[in-house]
């Protein structure tokens, strides 16, 4: 079966940095997203991994190894409007997106 | 408008009655989406469409049904509701599907009674 877990709640102090974790197994492989959803609200796309490595986007980065089937999110110089959940979500063989639960990010002052 | 807009915000149903949630974007987006999200569970994918004219099932398909009669809007129908499609629903797009990231609208929350 298909399979993407990650946390289910994290909490870090507003400043630091925190890595939300995602590994996954899904019939084939076309990419794997994060997404962003602030309580109440549609998500909204953070970042796109195919090839393994980091790709950074200001205070955002996202790291993707498909040999180990895992990827992280990392989040730099927290904000309070930076608690939300994070989605982690695999594109499949049939070009659907498999989603994980989600992680529930609480920042504290 | 600007994006995508989803109709009704909220709607309380009663069990077995039939209804329609509206989903209209103004991208000119070929692919569109609708999935459900409930507490503990990843979004689950319910229909999509590739481009206009054309529907496929995705993961829990039944007891909904999706039609694509041009590029703006997609309508999900639940022929007669029942409790456990008490979720909420999103509706989705993406400018050619595949790896293009999709755009989501602000979901309409459903409950039926």
């Known amino acids: 079966g298909q399979n993407i877990d990650q946390p289910t709640e994290m909490t870090a102090t507003e400043g630091a940095i925190v890595q939300i974790n995602c590994t996954y197994q899904t019939s084939g492989f076309n990419g794997l997203f994060w997404y962003q959803q602030h309580a109440g609200e549609a998500p909204t796309f953070l970042s796109y991994n195919v090839l393994d490595g980091l790709e950074e986007k200001g205070r955002f980065s996202s790291f993707l190894s498909r040999s180990k089937g895992y990827s992280y999110l990392l989040l730099k110089e927290l904000q309070m409007k930076d608690s939300a959940s994070y989605l982690c979500a695999v594109m499949d063989s049939n070009y659907q997106l498999i989603w994980g639960a989600g992680t529930k990010l609480i920042i504290k002052p | 408008i600007a994006g995508i807009t989803q109709a009704p915000t909220s709607q309380i149903l009663a069990a077995g009655r039939r209804m329609t949630l509206r989903c209209t974007q103004d991208m000119r987006h070929n692919a569109m989406y609708w999935y459900r999200q409930d507490l503990g569970l990843g979004l689950r994918l319910i229909h999509y469409?590739?481009?206009?004219?054309?529907?496929g099932k995705g993961e829990v398909p039944d007891g909904y049904s999706v039609s694509r009669a041009n590029t703006d809007d997609f309508p999900l129908t639940l022929a007669s509701a029942v409790p456990s499609q008490t979720s909420v629903y999103f509706c989705?797009?993406?400018?050619?599907?595949?790896?293009?990231?999709?755009?989501f609208g602000p979901g309409t929350r459903l409950t039926v009674l």
């Open positions: 469409s590739n481009t206009a004219g054309t529907t």
């Open positions: 989705a797009s993406s400018e050619a599907g595949g790896r293009d990231e999709q755009f």
